[in-house]
């Protein structure tokens, strides 16, 4: 097998290993190997393995690849996105992570209108209230999420977080938990169009204690492909 190949198959085993410890079905958590900065040959090593769905950060990189790769490869779109690059990859992304203000679904809503589908996104929130990170406040985040179910063409499929870094994993808990609730309690308002039934958040640092708390898509990039 090749590197990559192998670093898949550790990381599916510890995704395992963790469902196991926390009473969860392994085939409740989708693994989003994050392929941006890498070669299309790095993709096609992993979907030979198995691997299915891709994260990309950046538009141009993620149209070039999907130009060049199978239709089968299901997109993540989990960067910052700017309104005025939405068109680039309308219809083209299965998911969404990073819709964090009303003027970007609106956008998302009118393109997608255009294709007469319906675009898949998380809310990403800004747990730790880094000035650094994109994304809506914990406080804002109901009153976003209730705006953009009103809007055509757009499905809310739950929330997206990126934590600070810390060297200790654990210390990640608290942002990972602090989402889940706020998805509770954005559940329970019952919004049409908004299921909440997914949670992305960890990388390849903290993704067994994401998967603790709750986490039903992972994000790894470094765990898979290795070092930029």
Known sequence: MSSIAENLAQVK?????TCKGCGRDPSSITLVAVSKTRPAEDIQQAMLAGQQVFGENYVQEMTG???MLPDAVQW???GHLQSNKVRQIAGLTSLIHSVDRLSLAKELSGQWVKLNKVCNL???VNVSGEKS???T????ALALVEEISLLPNLQVQGLMTMPPFFD????????FRELKLLADEIKGKAFTGVTMEHLSMGMSGD?????????TLVRVGTAIFGER
Do not use: Y
Not at 13 to 17: G, K, N, P, S, Y
Not at 207 to 215: D, K
């Open 13 to 17: 085993q510890r995704i395992a290993d």
């Open 65 to 67: 690849k999907a130009a």
């Open 76 to 78: 993540h779109f989990i």
């Open 122 to 124: 998380l809310v990403q």
């Open 133 to 135: 990170k994109s994304g």
């Open 137 to 140: 406040t914990t406080k804002d």
């Open 168 to 175: 200790n994993p654990e210390k990640a808990r608290p942002f």
């Open 207 to 215: 993704f067994e204690v994401a998967i603790e708390e709750g986490a």
